[in-house]
């Protein structure tokens, strides 16, 4: 009963260097979401995708790529890290629809930026 | 703008000690305000969805309510494993869910 995993759990990189964080649902979800969570500031919505091969931008989305190439896979990519880039990522599912079913979240990839 | 504000940021209780957590909210057409349970270290856990004024949900010691306005969850004689932070998240129209700050709660023994 996996629901919703996030790889890597924890990360660490410098000033500059890119990554890319994968999210995967076994629930056959058609809505997929990338959140980061900071002190203070709850959750707040990066990207999002309605469907394979569809993205949009959230509130937040500057300095964040995504891709859904397959239905059961979210990739949140940064190109060059900044250390206002460091917070705890949360993947997100859904049925479809953002009124009527709620999200299933993952546990999170807490990263920081040296 | 769609706004949810959560109160009180941080909640001591005894064990055994009711109380409730507030959630207002401005929005413009609700299509649902949803309840989350966050434990540190892991993502939100869902509680519930209210969808209209004067609905009710309950869960072991839970109980969510909604006006027009406004949502109460409400924890009758909790217990330290009650302790989390509660999230509230709003959605409408077709925006995405906003989400409050959360309230931090600590059930002493």
């Known amino acids: 009963n996996a629901g919703v995993t996030q790889t890597p759990k924890f990360r660490v990189l410098k000033t500059g260097q890119s990554m890319t964080l994968l999210c995967a649902q076994d629930m056959n979800h058609e809505y997929m979401y990338w959140y980061r969570q900071d002190p203070g500031m709850g959750l707040r919505l990066i990207h999002y995708?309605?469907?394979?091969?569809?993205?949009a931008k959230g509130e937040v989305p500057d300095g964040y790529n995504v891709s859904r190439l397959k239905k059961q896979n979210f990739l949140l990519g940064l190109e060059s890290a900044a250390p206002s880039q460091t917070s705890v990522y949360f993947c997100a599912s859904g049925v479809g629809g953002q009124g009527y079913q709620p999200q299933h979240f993952g546990d999170g990839t807490r990263l920081s930026i040296l | 703008e769609d706004q949810v504000t959560q109160s009180p940021e941080a909640l001591r209780l005894q064990e055994g000690e009711s109380s409730s957590l507030n959630c207002s909210y401005t929005v413009s057409g609700l299509r649902g305000l949803f309840w989350y349970r966050q434990d540190p270290g892991k993502g939100p856990e869902f509680l519930f969805t209210l969808y209209s004024a004067g609905e009710e949900k309950e869960k072991e010691r839970l109980k969510a309510t909604l006006t027009k306005k406004e949502s109460f969850l409400h924890i009758t004689a909790p217990k330290p494993e009650d302790s989390a932070t509660y999230l509230c998240a709003v959605a409408s129209g077709n925006t995405p869910l906003v989400f409050g700050k959360g309230t931090r709660l600590s059930v002493i023994a």
């Open positions: 995708s309605v469907g394979e091969g569809t993205t």
